[in-house]
């Protein structure tokens, strides 16, 4: 086996890796289980899927086997997980994002929800030809929906998370912020 085909298996595995944990954190989130610590965490899961992505964007074009994509069967149903995450964002889900920065200056309203859940299909269908032992095919797929869809849309999703969390910490009372420096000034 080659040095290349070495780096390409652990890419794949590394990236196995972190769609089963962004999967996992979507889940979560979607199910309220985690309810405090909803944007923290899927601020790191985002953050951690985009690096893994950043890896598949850097790396040569990966090619298939195959000419034409083996059927896994059907996909699975993911309006429930956007229902669900769609309610956990009530009052912040919809933002505006610009189209392509490269392209024009039109922009569009998106959801936090449905950028979750295109991220989560794109990384479950690779996911699914991994562990179909397809592994050349899953890392095609995760290299092309990163660089066609799916990178962007968790770009921009990132982004949509880390403001909304910066506003809830410091948007704060002027009142209550100069209590808190009083405190901080004298402990």
Do not use: C, K
């Amino acid at each position: 086996m080659s040095t290349e085909d070495v780096d390409l298996l652990v890419i794949a595995q590394d990236m196995a890796d972190e769609a089963r944990d962004f999967l996992s954190t979507v889940t979560e989130v979607a199910a309220g289980s985690t309810a405090e610590a909803s944007l923290p965490l899927l601020l790191l899961a985002v953050s951690d899927v985009l690096a893994a992505g950043a890896r598949l964007g850097a790396t040569v074009d990966v090619v298939p086997d195959e000419r034409f994509e083996p059927d896994l069967g059907p996909d699975p149903d993911v309006d429930p997980l956007r229902a669900n995450l769609a309610n956990v964002f009530e009052g912040l889900d919809e933002y505006t994002e610009v189209v392509d920065p490269l392209d024009g200056a039109d922009i569009e309203q998106v959801t936090v929800s449905g950028g979750l859940v295109t991220i989560a299909q794109a990384l479950s269908q690779g996911l699914r030809h991994y562990e179909a032992g397809q592994v050349g095919e899953a890392l095609w797929w995760w290299q092309f929906s990163y660089l066609s869809d799916w990178g962007t849309t968790a770009s921009s999703v990132l982004r949509a998370l880390q403001t909304v969390l910066a506003h809830a910490r410091l948007d704060v009372d002027d009142d209550v912020a100069a209590e808190a420096e009083y405190d901080a000034l004298q402990s």
